[in-house]
């Protein structure tokens, strides 16, 4: 018998921090060899698109098929031996808590050791998750915030100062940002690079989420070539959708071997020698919508919700 959990119950059942938790745990895992994954797909319809991904872990037999179209979004858990339906979840929230924990995750291990200013260009939805997780794992004091529209970056500032207690601060230009951010973060929906590798600091990392499909990019070869390090949750993953790492790949800039999965970074604890100028590219993949929708499940059953059941699906 299926169970069902929709988005206000997601959020009653998981955090940012045990969010973290959950994903820097799946992150070892797939280190182990634990996890198996499918890449994911698209399929054009009429309209929309449909986008499908899916994970397996060994120890749990859960099999995991991530699906969204739209407004259409959902995490279907999967009895690894029965093929019986376990949960289906809204992963509305999920998805942009766990984008959002695989940041805060890469940034644990990558960051530059003292890291105090975060800066944050593209101050959308998926941007409260990034500075939460950040903050939350790294304890920057400033976040640094850029935005093409004053008014909703201001907004954007208003909520996440009375959620979160570290000091944001509108910034004037993209260069301010390059020019003072340990850790910049860059969640936008750009078609063309919007910094290069210019002004950082001497030690930063970077972190891009929104150049998840070829035509998609939010830094140039520039920036790529002056990087130290070049990590990414899942390296087959990339090779579909990074716009980004398949740009510099086909321009020689760097080859896919260059390219560092996260799990073996958080399996030896961080990078050896720890590079200064280091480039984090998150695709979002099944297996960390398989880490939280898990976790939920597992929640649930612990506080014995009343959910809601289907017989035949």
């Known amino acids: 018998m299926a169970q069902i959990i929709g988005k206000k119950e997601t959020r009653k059942l998981i955090d940012m921090p045990q969010a973290l938790k959950a994903i820097e745990n799946i992150f070892r895992d797939r280190a182990a060899e634990k996890v198996r994954g499918l890449p994911r797909r698209r399929l054009k319809g009429s309209n929309k698109q449909l986008n499908i991904m899916a994970a397996w872990h060994s120890k749990w037999d859960l099999l995991c098929l991530r699906a969204y179209a739209g407004a259409g979004n959902t995490i279907t858990l999967y009895n690894g031996r ?54 939350r794992a790294c304890g920057v004091k400033q976040v640094l915030v850029f935005g093409r529209n004053p008014k909703k970056t201001r907004q954007f500032i208003r909520q996440m100062g009375q959620a979160l207690s570290v000091e944001l601060t509108e910034s004037s230009s993209v260069g301010e940002i390059k020019e003072r951010s340990d850790i910049l973060v860059l969640a936008t929906d750009s078609t063309s690079p919007l910094i290069d590798g210019s002004n950082l600091k001497d030690e930063t990392l970077i972190i891009t989420m929104g150049a998840n499909q070829p035509v998609k990019h939010e830094v140039s070869m520039d920036l790529i070539r002056r990087m130290d390090l070049v990590v990414t949750d899942d390296i087959p993953t990339a090779q579909h959708d990074s716009g980004d790492l398949i740009a510099a790949c086909e321009s020689g800039t760097i080859g896919w071997d260059d390219v560092v999965p996260l799990e073996r970074i958080v399996s030896s604890g961080g990078p050896k020698n720890h590079p200064k100028r280091i480039l984090f590219q998150s695709n979002g993949i099944a297996d960390e919508d398989l880490a939280v929708g898990r976790y939920v499940l597992e929640r649930a059953r612990r506080k014995n919700l009343k959910l809601r059941r289907i017989s035949e699906i």
């Open 82 to 135: 029965s093929g019986e339906i376990k949960l289906v979840l809204n992963a509305a929230y999920l998805s942009s808590l766990r984008t959002g924990a695989a940041s805060g995750v890469a940034a644990k291990y990558l960051a530059p050791r003292r890291s105090e200013v975060m800066g944050l260009i593209g101050p959308g939805w998926q941007a409260t998750f990034q500075v939460e997780a950040i903050v």
